[in-house]
């Protein structure tokens, strides 16, 4: 594309009428508010307790994805959505692994070559981290987890023609109600997951250092007897 015409394409979409938009449905950001919220729940008690490690650098990319997010479906950008939030899960999933592996944390900086991945990271935890697979079995987390990155990864890769991406071009892009309410949904799935599997290993080993108040935010709507099985206290 000449440069004049990216220009003109950008400047053809109407970026701030795509927001508008998005913010006149209120269930839907709110929905996202909120995710979003939790998430900053868990970094900011986890930047708290877990100070001075570095892998809390993943807690950061993760805070920022899920925000990222917000901003691509505002903006009508669906498929891009997609590897934030993966992302968003991903980072995640790295700090619950890399915040005991420093020398590993230190080899992935600096060798291009080395890789921890997905299934590694299950397979320690299930190792490793005590009652990881009751915990896990009582919230559904893997089977959750495997089936959320499993089918955001296809659209992230272009396995999926035409998935998340109905605009035919560039100037054409606008909001797609249908389309954002699938985005909007696999976030809210992808924020479940992610909060399941914290509540399972660094929730679970951090629990009587959080804050009271928010204990409180991140064990609402989570049933009572799961709760208990969890031993996790409100208090």
Known sequence: MPHAKLGAALTAVNWNDNVASF????????????????????????????????????????????????????LSLYKPA?????????AGLY???????????????????????????????KEHSPNFGQMQAALGLVTRLERWYSDVSAVVHGQIPGAWVEHKSLATVSPIKSTQDIVFNSFEEGEEVLH????CT?????WDTFSYTAKQELLKGLAGDIRARLGLDKA
């Open 23 to 74: 913010l006149t449905d209120v269930t839907t950001t709110k929905a996202i508010a909120k995710r979003n919220l939790r998430v900053a729940i868990w970094a900011k008690q986890l930047e708290v307790v877990d100070k001075g490690n570095a892998a809390l650098c993943f807690v950061r990319e993760m805070q920022i994805s899920g925000q990222h997010v917000a901003a691509l479906i505002a």
């Open 202 to 206: 660094v929730g679970k080993l951090f």
């Open 82 to 90: 997609a590897a934030s939030m993966r992302t968003m899960l991903e």
């Open 196 to 199: 399941r599997l914290f509540l």
């Open 95 to 125: 700090y619950t692994f890399f915040r005991t592996h420093p020398m590993e944390l230190a080899t992935l900086v600096r060798s291009s070559d080395y890789y921890v991945g997905k299934r590694q990271i299950l397979d320690y935890h």
